[in-house]
């Protein structure tokens, strides 16, 4: 594997900025470089990519490998009279984090860039300094006097908005930080496999999917897997690692220990979420023990993954996630560790090469 590959193709991803909903942007790209290695290249009518390669097996069984292109973001609800922004949340944040942001807004005309507006703590209030601010209190300056002058410069209602927060790299260029992170990390995966796959003959045959509107509900994927109809799914994707902030009660999950391997996964407030068959995690630990690939078991409540439509979809569809460990989740600053990501690579391309119908068989207990 090229490793500066990697993180260029990274670099490439985060680059594009495509809330959930607004994909057009991403699509070109995953398109691009996932037509490198596919056999055949589809867009359904959601926006959900699909790129197949052939198993070499008739009787091969069909894995459906899915990884989010869209991120969290912003959308224009309306504009004041004053010029000044209210909007509306493309997936889960938490509202702290959007005060004094440097956000851009994409309009017909190109993206702009506005800050979060806060009221200076010199003229908050005692009781409105003990609370904290809801996003719907906020506001996104674009410098614009008046809503004439806002609809001049391109904005309207409907406008996804999102960070700034480009990739850089940190601690001699191990660990990545920026902006959606959640989940170029797992579409970067999704093409690295392809391409670590490319000149295999396995009985497997893959669809790797680039889906839309994860952030929102695992939308894209719940259409993508009902027509792919595949035996098996693996969401690759991206897990919270342990910082003082999330500790072991959360996640045990360190960066740079490994890919996680998420087992369960529930997000109460939706129920959202996914169980994995016993059968499918003894294969998976199965491989990573056998090809000595570091993983970690990740069990988590509080969210849920690609992988919580996908296994409701058709006759049901056994499930598992494949996952990259970052902190500071659903912000413009996601630190992950970069040997995380050549390890997750490593793991979805062994457990490949292990999908024949014999060893499907074996760990299901039966023949079929
Ligand atoms: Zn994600």
């Not at 490793?3 to 995953?30: C, N, Y």
């Not at 005692?126 to 996003?135: C, H, I, N, T, Y």
């Not at 992950?336 to 050549?342: K, P, V, W």
């Not at 793991?347 to 292990?354: D, G, H, M, P, T």
Request: proline share 5%; charged share 25%.
């Amino acid at each position: 594997m090229n490793e500066t590959d990697t993180l260029e193709i990274l670099k490439k991803l985060v680059d594009v900025h495509a809330p959930s909903g607004f994909e057009d942007s991403i699509r070109p790209l995953m398109i691009s470089e996932l037509e490198k290695y596919a056999d055949e290249i589809k867009v359904d009518p959601l926006g959900n990519v699909i790129g197949i390669k052939w198993g070499s097996n008739l009787k091969g069984p069909k894995v459906m490998l899915s990884a989010h292109m869209d991120e969290v973001g912003l959308i224009v609800k309306h504009i004041t009279d004053d010029g000044f922004i209210y909007f509306e949340k493309l997936g889960m944040m938490d509202d702290r984090i959007l005060l004094a942001r440097k956000v851009r807004i994409h309009t017909k005309n190109g993206s702009i860039q506005g800050v979060i507006g806060v009221k200076p703590k010199h003229l908050l209030s005692p009781d409105e300094l003990a609370r904290s601010v809801s996003f719907r209190d906020m506001w996104i300056d674009i410098g614009a006097q008046n809503r004439r002058e806002a609809e001049e410069m391109g904005v309207l209602p409907g406008d996804p908005v999102t960070f700034e927060g480009e990739l850089q790299t940190l601690n001699r260029d191990n660990f990545v930080v920026g902006r959606a992170l959640d989940n170029r990390l797992g579409c970067t995966a999704l093409i690295q496999t392809m391409k670590e796959l490319s000149n295999e003959n396995n009985d497997a045959t893959m669809y790797a999917v680039a889906t839309v509107m994860e952030e929102v509900g695992g939308r894209g994927a719940k259409v993508a897997a009902s027509v792919i109809n595949p035996d098996l799914a693996v969401a690759l994707d991206v897990t919270h690692g342990i910082d003082p902030g999330v500790t072991a009660k959360w996640s045990a999950i360190q960066l740079g220990d490994g890919p996680g391997i998420r087992l369960m996964d529930i997000h109460e407030p939706t129920l959202l979420g996914c169980t994995t068959p016993v059968w499918l995690k003894n294969l998976i630990l199965s491989v990573a023990k056998e090809e000595d690939i570091p993983y970690q078991i990740d069990i988590l409540s509080g969210t849920f993954l690609d992988s919580s439509t996908i296994h409701l979809a058709g006759k049901g569809i056994p499930s598992i996630g494949i996952l990259i460990p970052r902190r500071n989740g659903h912000t413009p600053v996601e630190i992950a560790c970069l040997s995380d990501l050549r390890n997750s690579i490593r793991l979805i391309s062994a457990l490949i090469r292990n999908l024949t119908p014999n060893n499907i068989a074996k760990f299901r207990g039966r023949s079929n």
